[in-house]
């Protein structure tokens, strides 16, 4: 039987590619891939996202572990979420799960180096089921994650990497509070009560919440474009900006690609009362080169599948007198 202290031990001696020339003293000259991923698989089961012994190649997970990532590695060294799930069956209490009739092919190769190749062989990965247990007690997570945290990273940047758990477990009760709110009450019941969370929660809970309304697809231009490790296109607009309205419901958001955000919130791209695309006169100007853009004009908006979730009108006009550029 596989008991906690056992379990710490063996997290505390992964198998991992040391070398001064290729990682820094932040993750103490050892590759960083696998203790990341096992603290982005122990958020989704603070979360509540994991309710069976399977731990799918998602985008969340990969979400996570890139938020881990961009913690400890240098700006430019992009991570790779395949590595360390496929290479993590080594250390024994990680079982990949093939996907009927890639048994062979799994029990063969000694290496998989992309997402896309990992989801045409394997269903996900099994944890040793003591294991499994310890990752559904709460108490037992914060022991694992503290030997990953402390075995693994310079005392630097420990404190940084315990308290984004905490954060990415706060961001993801306040998306999923907006989003649950929406759905007993109207846009405009949810103006305050934000101020009580510290703007990295806040942020990447808005974020995740206007993500998941619009399910990765901007609003104006339709472009939805997910990588299989989960970088999305899309951003989280505020219509009223936050530092005005203090407010993070969908309703004043909108899901937009990085080219629609950056038009609308310099106001060259608005919504009119009708749910259309508006285009700027100044879009003309200045020897501009708008492309595609001027295609979006009286285009309908895309919203969410949710009607809940749709702008605030009342935002849009604010935005419209405000912020949209006019002649």
Known sequence: MGTLENYLKQFAK???DSSRARWSPITKYCAPHKPLLLLAVLDLFSQGSIASNLIEISPDLGELFNIYWSKVVPPGHRANLALPFFHLKSEGFWHLLPIP???SFLAAVRQIRSVNQLHKTVLGAKLDSDLYDL????DAREALRVVLVEIYFADGVQKELIEQGFVNFESFRYAQTLLGD????SAKDILGGADMYASPIRDQGFRRAIITAYNHR????????LTPDGHTVLEAAHIVPWSISHNDDPCNGLGLCRLCHWAFDEGLLGVSSEYAVTISPELNNNDNIPGQVLALAERPILGPSNKVYWPDLD?????????FRRL
């Not at 990752?135 to 709460?138: A, E, I």
């Open 135 to 138: 990752f559904c007690d709460k």
């Open 101 to 103: 009739g890639r048994e």
């Open 218 to 225: 901007c609003a104006f231009c339709g472009i939805r474009m």
């Open 315 to 323: 935002a849009l006009r604010w935005h419209r007198q405000n912020v």
């Open 182 to 185: 929406l759905e007993k009450s």
């Open 14 to 16: 992964l198998r991992v």
